[in-house]
């Protein structure tokens, strides 16, 4: 039988800024600001800076690496090396992670579009008033279509394919991202008072050092990167094999990391300006996006562009993150059940459906129903994020020291380039990163129960 014909990136630039925008979404624009806030400012950003200069920079080699070794996306990926015993769970847990993130991170992106359009038509003090976003949330209709709005744009750029579809937006989107980024930031620096807070986000405090800040720092890494979500896998799948991974990988890392920054310069120094560096609303966690900054919008001068240039900024972000999460996913369906892009997309897009209204029913009709004392919602992003993905990017790691070997797998990233960091690689490897994903996991399981606080 005629083996398919793989879909391919047309280039480096398209696998870098697919990537990228793999890594460029929530996680960076809100996520990364708020556990700044709460875990020291400066002292939060420098261990990140060191931990996805090692750790994070090792675990995109090894994923991208892998899936140019394998031509195949993470269940076909594991199978490629023969019996791997209990190993091969790591491949099917890769691949369903971003099944069961894709739902929900699209109802988050529904209500970033709900904000965008209120942004244009409405006042920024009526968005800023209490109470907004509570009622929004437990709108279920109005949250259900703006949640099938956004999985539908999701899903016509996947149908469009790897070449038409997901790097034609990437390279559209991300370079607008970036623009965005630097504009409202450099805004929002330039505010009376937000000095205090670009030193509070720069400049390392050593007394606010503490073990948590470098669990948070460990896990945002994880979110921020992509780390253990089947999608560099499948996208290092579609890399041309002379494509330099260090350098790409390097690339990456680098954009990642400057757009968390720009966000952290975004939102810390602007909560600095209008509410004096408030505690409270500094490490107020998912509603610092909602509730927070549309208060911050209002007492601005020009609030309502300030307002529509952000969330146009992260709705971009969110797009190319859930972009790169569904294109996993139908990848495996590909892959691994022969089906058609076409049906693949359309299976995928019926599960993100069914997924995505458990979440926005969470929240309204069904809002008295919880696991773990938790919101759906909050569930999902609780089990993929702190359970699963630590297990699956351990099994990644037990996989190339143990099945593959070492020397092996650094051959396949020497046979394009030269691979300057190897040594950090192959110690990271063997001896950190095994180590720090289990951390991950207990210390999010025990904070999920309330044995500790994070």
Known sequence: MEQKQRNTFSGKMGFVLSAA?????????????????????GIFLLIYLILVATFGYTMIVLESALGRMTLKSPVGAYQHFGKTGFL?????????????????????????????????????????????FGSFMTNGPVT???????????????????????ERVSKAMMPVLVVLAVVVAIYSVTRPGALAGVKYFLIPNFKDFSWMTVVSAMGQMF???????????????????????????????????????LAGLMIIPAVFAFNGGDPEKLKAGPSLMFISLPQVFASMGLGKVVGV????????????????????????????????????????????IGLGTLSVL?????????????????????LTNSVMMPVAAFCNCVLVFRVIG??????????????KRKPVFRFVLKYLAPFFTIIILISSVLNAFGVIHM
């Open 21 to 41: 925008g793999s890594a460029v979404g929530l996680g960076n624009i809100w996520r990364f600001p708020y556990l700044a806030a709460k875990y020291g400012g």
């Open 309 to 352: 240039a952000f969330f146009l900024l992260v709705a971009l972000a969110a797009l190319t993150s859930s972009i790169a999460l569904m294109e996993s996913a139908v990848s495996t369906f590909e892959d691994e059940l022969g089906w058609s892009r076409k049906k693949g997309t359309i299976i995928c897009g019926a599960i993100m």
């Open 144 to 166: 259900e279509f703006w949640f099938l709005v956004f999985t539908l744009i999701t899903a016509v750029v996947i149908y469009m394919g790897v070449q038409n579809g997901v």
């Open 223 to 261: 979110y921020s990167l992509s780390i253990a979500m089947g999608i560099l896998v499948t996208f290092g799948s579609y890399m041309k094999k002379d494509l330099d991974i260090e350098k790409t990988t390097e690339q990456v890392e680098i954009f990642d990391t400057v757009i968390a920054v």
């Open 88 to 132: 091969k769970f790591g491949g099917w847990i890769n691949a369903i992670i971003p099944i069961l993130i894709v739902p929900y991170y699209s109802v988050i992106g529904g209500w970033v579009l709900k904000y965008l359009f209120e942004y244009f038509r409405s006042d920024p003090k009526a968005i800023a008033a209490d109470g907004y």
């Open 362 to 382: 969470g929240y309204s009709a069904w809002s008295s129903f919880t696991v773990l004392r938790m919101q759906i919602l909050d569930f999902f992003d609780f």
């Open 406 to 419: 070492i020397d092996r797998f650094c051959a396949e990233v020497e046979s394009s380039s030269k691979f």
